[in-house]
């Protein structure tokens, strides 16, 4: 999203479009109850990972991150334009 507010921006104002999108996506792969692996890569398939252990591993906090944290910061967060 902030890469289109600044392209708007920009051309509303008819500056040329600076903003761009390195492709990063995330891919929570739920492995088994209670047990995921968070997959970050860019557009070319290379690892964006966001925290400073192997995410390639399965793990329980991934899993809560996934089924607790995300769904409330994205009702009460990024809805509400607060994260």
């Known amino acids: 999203a902030p890469t289109v507010v600044a392209n708007l ?5 008819g500056l040329p479009m600076q903003g761009s999108y390195d492709g990063y996506t995330s891919c929570p792969l739920v492995t088994g109850y209670g ?5 970050e890569f ?3 398939k290379n690892p964006q ?3 400073p252990f192997d995410q390639g591993e399965e793990r329980y906090s991934m899993y809560a991150m996934k089924a607790y944290g995300l769904p409330r910061m994205y009702w009460h967060g990024m809805l509400r334009g607060r994260a």
Not at 9 to 13: E, F, S, V
């Open 35 to 39: 047990s995921l692996v968070l997959a």
């Open 49 to 51: 990972e966001s925290f």
């Open 9 to 13: 921006a920009a051309r509303m104002k």
């Open 42 to 44: 860019d557009y070319d």
